[in-house]
């Protein structure tokens, strides 16, 4: 039989079942069809290598006219807009040579080339549309991200040698406030650590909640006006059902504002 299609090679490339068995079994002992399908399969692997398949997009319709342009698929001359019929395509058939010999025709591997060129026009104009979404969805997660307006570094008071913390205020578009905290230090057994917002002058404080872990976000009561309760002070507490400030702080710090 004669040798594949080269469209039919670039589907088979791709991993459509285009082929009859026959056509399989001539594939599997044709080294010239197989070699063109080796060659059209590694461009299809290096072009989904450049971007993973679930991020691919529905690309505009000026992808595809690209692409049918390349291949050759358009129904009009650019010259005048005639009608291009089927006997303007070069025949794929062999034809004889000036001493009686077989010859193969130059419109196989042209056809060829036209269907490896439309991949990597596919290929590419994906890695744009991926690459400008990926963009968008970069400058909005900017845009809503919560922007810091203090910071302290937490230092360890005598009982604790050795704790060190770090607290940060964030504030989102809403308005609403973070404290996010994290604490080094070794466990006491029986104890919880709790966080709290000390007033300057030490006649006030507020518990912003327990500290689970090395690290923790705690929303900031409104109306609570930072520049008076600007000190953040991570404490030990004994459970013993009694809400107030142990008296035994780990680490402290003063905010400063950005």
Not at 45 to 70: H, M, N
Not at 86 to 92: A, L, Y
Not at 241 to 258: E, N, Q, W, Y
């Amino acid at each position: 039989m004669s040798h594949l299609d080269p469209d039919q090679l670039a589907l088979l490339a791709i991993g459509e079942p285009v082929a009859s068995p026959d056509e399989l079994a001539h594939l599997a002992s044709c080294s010239t069809c197989a070699a063109e399908l080796s060659e059209m399969t590694r461009t299809v692997r290096i072009a989904r290598s450049t971007l993973g398949e679930d991020a691919l997009e529905s690309p505009p319709d000026r992808v595809w006219a690209s692409i049918s342009a390349e291949l050759g698929l358009s129904s009009t001359s650019e010259a005048g807009g005639d009608d291009v019929s089927e006997s303007d395509e070069p025949s794929d058939e062999p034809r004889a040579s000036a001493d009686g010999g077989v010859t193969e025709t130059s419109a196989r591997p042209e056809r060829r080339r036209r269907v490896i060129r439309a991949i990597w026009v596919l290929a590419a104009s994906l890695v744009l549309i991926a690459g400008v979404a990926l963009g968008t969805t970069w400058a909005v997660t900017s845009r809503l991200a919560p922007t810091p307006i203090a910071e302290a570094s937490l230092d360890a008071f005598p009982a604790h040698v050795g704790a060190v913390g770090t607290a940060d205020v964030e504030q989102r578009r809403d308005g609403s406030r973070t404290l996010v905290v994290t604490l080094e230090t070794d466990d006491v057994p029986d104890t919880y650590r709790e966080v709290w917002l000390i007033r300057n002058d030490a006649a006030a404080l507020i518990s912003l909640g327990v500290l689970d872990g090395d690290q923790g976000t705690f929303p900031i009561p409104d109306g609570v006006d930072l520049t008076d309760y600007s000190l953040v002070d991570i404490s030990v507490e004994h459970i013993d059902g009694d809400p107030a400030h142990s008296g035994d702080s780990i680490v402290r710090g003063k905010l400063t504002f950005a």
